[in-house]
């Protein structure tokens, strides 16, 4: 696992031509809050959770960000419960606006003033290795030569009775706009016959290359709230002694 996410992590890095308009998310502008998301894929029946924990673009593609994992949620997140074709693909999209930090350091919860920085499509294909080729190539032609990565890991597994290694590929394309704004194409596959073990995944992701530091600054804002809560709590309280 720890080499997976070293994987992602070069897989964020910046190392393709800035392609030279600003890249979206099917036309959404980035900023937006979740209600105009909403209204935009309102054909998409868009499940939306409050309360949901925001991901980090460096590590966006991966089902979860251990260098994250417990953080406070930040934002309002979206999932698709219908398909959607993709270059001819069936895909699912998910998509994150973070709450509005103001600038006395108050959060801003509400749905109507949250920001739309990142989103992503999580495909449903058989054969991976030519979905990701064919992604690879269309997005070629839209944004130009992106930054490829391409990692070899051999990790071990226990199952039923049966043990051993087996090989597992990482494969990432990155392309830059401006704007601070990336596309970036992510597959994994491998030679592991075992569907209840399968990570195979294949995913292309949009987003704000530069939210991750306000993503920060709200982090520290929720834990100042939720300490003020505590101190609140306690200040007078003798239940339970």
């Known amino acids: 696992m720890k080499k997976l996410v070293v994987a992602a992590i070069l897989c964020s890095l910046p190392f393709s031509t800035a392609f030279a308009d600003e890249i979206t998310f099917r036309g959404i502008p980035w900023g937006s809050s979740m209600s105009r998301v909403e209204e935009k894929l309102s054909d998409k029946q868009l499940s939306v ?22 953080e406070y949620p930040s934002g309002w997140s979206g999932d698709s419960w219908a398909k959607t074709d993709v270059a001819g693909y069936d895909a699912y999209i998910k998509v994150y606006c973070a709450y509005d930090l103001k600038a006395d350091g108050s959060v801003d919860r509400n749905k109507e003033n949250s920001e739309f920085y990142a989103a992503k499509y999580d495909f449903s294909v058989m054969d991976y290795d030519t979905a990701y080729n064919v992604l690879k190539s269309k997005l070629t032609s839209l944004y130009g030569t ?22 597992q590929e990482a494969k990432c ?18 030679d592991l016959d075992i569907e209840i073990l399968s990570s195979k995944t294949l995913s292309i992701c949009y987003g704000k290359t530069d939210k991750d530091e306000d993503l920060d600054k709200l982090q520290k804002a929720i834990y100042q709230e939720k300490l003020g809560e505590e101190y609140k709590r306690q200040s007078s309280s003798t239940n339970g002694l």
């Not at 949901?52 to 673009?57: L, Y």
């Not at 890991?153 to 009775?161: E, R, T």
């Not at 394309?173 to 491998?190: H, M, P, R």
Request: glycine fraction near 8%; proline fraction near 3%; include cysteine.
């Open 49 to 70: 959770q409050d309360e949901a924990g925001m991901r980090r673009w460096e590590n966006i593609q991966s089902v979860y960000d251990p260098n994250y994992f417990d």
């Open 146 to 167: 992106g930054k490829e990565t391409v990692e070899n890991y051999k990790p071990f597994y226990a199952y039923d009775g049966k043990s051993g290694y087996y090989h």
């Open 173 to 190: 394309t990155v392309w830059n706009g401006d704007n601070n704004t990336a596309v970036k194409l992510y597959c994994i596959t491998e």
